[in-house]
Structures are given as structure tokens and as C-alpha cells.
């Protein structure tokens, strides 16, 4: 997957492309059918089909206090779009700078300047621009006027309801990881470097890999079925706790995976893990002994539930 900065001129190879233009954060139903589409497009005109996300997060420089919230990384979301068939990632890095500019001048200097689009696609309820002054009408009359054509694609519904970040993000703060499975259709996976701890799992016989939640939404804290692909490719089972910690001293937020019938060193590896079920909330524990009872019994449940389920 190719990665472009949304501030710079396009390749020539890539101009005249399909652009998706939106966020897409979690890349779930609703932003796959966005994609989708203009995926579509470009192959039917035989052009290049690109997808344009902004990366931090617009909220990141409006409202600095929210808490994290995100459900990919770019590196994630370059990862799906190349699987959605995606030819490009365009990164529009989200600054004053950028917020500056007004919906024309966005048009102007970053769909026609920069990317030269033959076509843009996104959701119905899309904004841009200062202010949000843009939107589906203002990109369509914009496109009129500078040779491009502008598309949108209407909410996608499941059980329902319509998919939206928001749902899913409430779906994982409640360990419904159903839910936000069903919308993301794929598990949500939180990627990172393993990192050293305190070692104490590996006194216990549960040595863990340890990954920092960074700018990640907080899915409700407890212990969970998960799997695990290293940076080489392989592939791993294990259960993990996310949270404080609070049987231990200092309370640290981490996500600590423990992998079954595995014993090499991940110190520095690359690590993706894929929450599959949550099994019980965190809890603390008055002895050694008695947490490791527990680790016992969650070891089993979460391998009857990788089984189960083929993860």
C-alpha cells in the first residue's frame, strides 16, 4: 500500500483517480461501503482508486482533553484499504494550518491541486472545511465547476441500527465485543511494540507480552480471548488482561496478552492482538496463589472459546 501526504502532489501514475474521502476510523460497514464504491468506480473507468483519511483525528486539535478514542492506526487502516482493493492511502495531516482552510479552499488546493481527482466518494454526512462549511452539496456544485464528479453513499444499517464509530465504540466500552465485531466485521485489534514490564507474569509461569493502550479506546477493563500476529506473520492464541492491574503495585495501564505454548522473546517485536471475547471484569486478588487459581480457570476458558469459535 502505497502512502501519500495529502499535502503534496500526487504521482502522475495516481492522478486523475476515485478518491474516498472521509475519516474512517475503524473502518467498519458503513466506511467499507464508502470505499467500496469508489473501489468500483475507478476500475470501471480504469483509473486509480485512492483513500483519503486525516490523521490526528480533527478532535485532536479542537477538543486536546478527549480522552483516546481511536479504533485504528494508520498503519491499520493502510492495511484495510489495501485489502478493500485501494491502490493509495492519502494522509491529510490534520492541522491549524489545515483547519484553516474553508470547504473551496480545501477543494482547490487539496482534491484538485494536490490529488488532481477524477472523482471523489463519501458518506452522506460528510463535512469539511473551516467551520464544516463544506458538505455533500458544496463538494458536488464544487466538482461541477472543476471537472471532477462527487458521490455519496448512504448509511449502512445492521440489526437495525445504523453503523457509526460511536456505536461501536460503546459496544466495546460495555465488553459487548459481539456488537462491535458484527460492525467492524473483524475483530478490534490493538497494535503496538512489545514492550519490557515488570516481569512478574513470568515468576507465575504467565509471561506476558506487554503493549501500551496509547491513543486507543478504552474497552471495558477485564480479561479476554484474544489472538496475536507478530511482525514476521505468526500467529498466536492466548488470553490477555486489559486494564490496571489491581492486584499489583503500582496500578499501569496496560494490555498484557499470554500466549499459550509459546516461549520466544517478543522484547521490542511488533504485535497486533485481536480481542475476540471478554471473559470477566478485572479484579483484585488477595494472594499470588489466588490470582494464579484464576489464570488457570481463564486459560481454559479462553481456549475453549478460541476453539469454538476457529480464531
Known amino acids: ?146 471537472g471532477f464528479s462527487a458521490e455519496t453513499v448512504g448509511p449502512v444499517a445492521l440489526d437495525g441500527e445504523q453503523v457509526s464509530s460511536s456505536r461501536i465504540r460503546e459496544a466495546l466500552r460495555q465488553g459487548d465485543l459481539a456488537t462491535a465485531t458484527r460492525l467492524l466485521t473483524r475483530p478490534f485489534a490493538i497494535e503496538g511494540v512489545v514492550q519490557h514490564g515488570d516481569k512478574v507474569g513470568r515468576t507465575i509461569g504467565y509471561p506476558t507480552a506487554n503493549l501500551d493502550m496509547g491513543n486507543y479506546l478504552r474497552p471495558a477493563y477485564g480479561i479476554y480471548a484474544v489472538t496475536g500476529r507478530l511482525d514476521d506473520g505468526t500467529l498466536l492464541r492466548g488470553a490477555a488482561n486489559l486494564g490496571i492491574r489491581p492486584s499489583f503495585d503500582p496500578p499501569k495501564e496496560l494490555l498484557e496478552p499470554y500466549f499459550f505454548d509459546f516461549s520466544g522473546d517478543l522484547y521490542g517485536r511488533g504485535l497486533e492482538v485481536a480481542l475476540i471475547d471478554y471473559l470477566r471484569p478485572e479484579a483484585k486478588f488477595d494472594s499470588l496463589d489466588a490470582l494464579i487459581r484464576q489464570m488457570d480457570i481463564d486459560c481454559a476458558k479462553a481456549k475453549a472459546v478460541l476453539s469454538a469459535r476457529n480464531a
Open 1 to 146: 500500500m502505497e502512502r501519500l501526504d495529502g499535502s503534496s502532489a500526487v504521482p502522475s501514475r495516481l492522478a486523475g483517480g476515485i478518491v474516498a474521502l472521509g475519516n474512517f476510523d475503524g473502518f467498519h460497514l458503513g466506511h467499507q461501503a464508502v470505499v467500496g464504491r469508489a473501489v468500483a468506480r475507478a476500475r470501471a473507468e480504469g483509473r486509480p482508486a485512492l483513500v483519503a483519511t486525516f490523521d490526528p483525528h480533527p478532535v485532536r486539535l479542537f477538543r486536546p482533553e478527549t480522552p483516546p478514542f481511536r479504533l485504528t492506526t494508520l498503519d491499520q487502516r493502510a492495511r484495510l484499504f489495501a485489502e478493500a482493493g485501494a491502490d493509495a492511502m492519502v494522509v491529510f495531516g490534520f492541522d491549524a494550518a489545515l483547519a484553516a482552510l474553508d470547504a473551496e479552499q480545501f477543494v482547490a488546493a487539496r482534491l484538485v491541486g494536490a490529488l488532481q481527482v477524477g472523482g471523489v466518494v463519501t458518506g452522506e454526512d460528510f463535512t469539511f472545511g473551516k467551520g464544516k462549511g463544506g458538505n455533500a452539496a458544496v463538494l458536488a456544485a464544487e466538482g461541477q465547476t472543476r
